[in-house]
């Protein structure tokens, strides 16, 4: 399994970002599909996650903001990040987990800063 994330990039704050995470093989929908974040010095932490019934599950942080959804016949998994704020700034990953399968994807760099 290979997970590619693109998408990032800068953003004045209260701008949006649409994130992308294109997966090899049609996992999309039979994983645990999530976005986390990392700034340097940090843990990294989950941002949302979207079960493979499409339970969705968000950090407090972005609740309101953020969106995760998934499109099964592309094999990606989305999120939409609308009023960005200076603290959303960090490297971000996409995750596939099931059982004892855990795969992650390269990380975008989203930099929120006027």
């Known amino acids: 399994v290979q997970l590619q994330a693109s998408g990032g990039g800068s953003v004045q704050p209260g701008g949006s970002l649409r994130l992308s995470c294109a997966a090899s093989?049609?996992?999309?929908?039979?994983?645990?599909m999530g976005w986390y974040r990392q700034v340097p010095g940090k843990e990294r932490e989950l941002v949302a996650s979207i079960t493979t019934g499409g339970s969705t599950n968000y950090a407090e942080a972005v609740k309101g903001r953020f969106t995760i959804t998934r499109d099964v016949a592309k094999n990606a998994v989305y999120l939409q990040m609308n009023s960005l704020k200076p603290e959303d700034t960090a490297v971000y990953y996409c995750?596939?987990?099931?059982?004892?399968?855990?795969?992650w994807g390269q990380g975008t760099l989203v930099t929120v800063s006027s």
């Open positions: 995750r596939a987990q099931r059982s004892y399968r855990d795969y």
């Open positions: 093989g049609s996992i999309v929908s039979m994983y645990t």
